[in-house]
């Protein structure tokens, strides 16, 4: 009696160790599958959006918006056309080249090798069912992902906030994805972030954090086949010989 018992002991310790470990990787799947859809996804080649950009500090609070030109090579063109609602008449033009956008999903990936990401169960982001994932990076960063909403259809980022520090300035974050014609992009990125306030004793609110916040709304995007060369020439220069 006596061994039949431990042997059923035995069995059910067994099918709890299996169960276990089934439902790991279970938890485990999503994460995997989003790496791969990531790796899958491709920036659009020319892209045209507007954005909002908010500023908020102890002061003041600015809001600009800008219209961005983007081609396939990293050229951009940045137009900030109002600020505070006011037209800016010329727009104030920015041209410059950088090969990765840094608002794109791919820069905000989890790796496994520079994370480790415990499943914290399934909840709705804006209106999207998500798998949700909290995240530790690997080793201390200046930037780093704190928790992970991956779609439960596309298996696509559609929430990640952040920490962030720097300048002598730390806090933290969130930005939101969504899809736009045949691409994942980003809809907001909102942050927010503390400086040590004034040490001296006569001054009001001597060591209280001096707190900043910081906002950029995407909108209105366009991905035409090609832009003209000519868009990424600043206001002034002469065209490359040939155009």
Not at 13 to 34: C, K
Request: charged residues 20%; proline residues 7%.
């Amino acid at each position: 009696m006596h061994k039949r018992a431990c042997a059923i002991a035995l069995i059910l310790v067994s099918i709890g160790l299996t169960t276990q470990i089934a439902l790991g990787a279970t938890r485990l799947r999503p994460l995997e599958t989003y790496r791969s859809a990531l790796a899958r996804v491709q920036p659009p080649p020319n892209v045209v959006f507007e954005y909002l950009e908010t500023r908020i500090g102890p002061e003041r609070v600015v809001t600009e918006k800008h219209l961005v030109y983007r081609n396939r090579s990293g050229d951009e063109r940045n137009e900030t056309v109002a600020v505070n609602g006011s037209a800016v008449v010329p727009a104030f033009v920015r041209i410059y080249h950088r090969d990765a956008w840094p608002y794109d999903a791919s820069q905000f990936a989890v790796s496994a090798d520079a994370y480790a990401a415990t499943y914290a169960g399934t909840t709705i982001v804006g209106g999207r069912r998500t798998y949700r994932y909290a995240v530790v990076a690997a080793s201390p960063e200046a930037f780093a992902i704190t928790d992970l909403f991956i779609d439960v259809d596309r298996y696509l980022p559609v929430k990640e906030s952040f920490s962030v520090s720097g300048s002598g300035c730390s806090g933290s974050g969130e930005i939101d994805f969504a899809p736009a014609a045949a691409y994942w992009m980003p809809l907001e990125i909102k942050t927010t972030c503390s400086t040590p306030g004034p040490s001296t004793s006569d001054v009001a609110g001597a060591n209280k954090p001096v707190v900043y916040r910081e906002s950029i709304v995407f909108g209105n995007y366009r991905f035409p086949t090609a832009i003209p060369s000519e868009i990424f020439v600043a206001p002034g220069a002469a065209a490359p010989a040939g155009e």
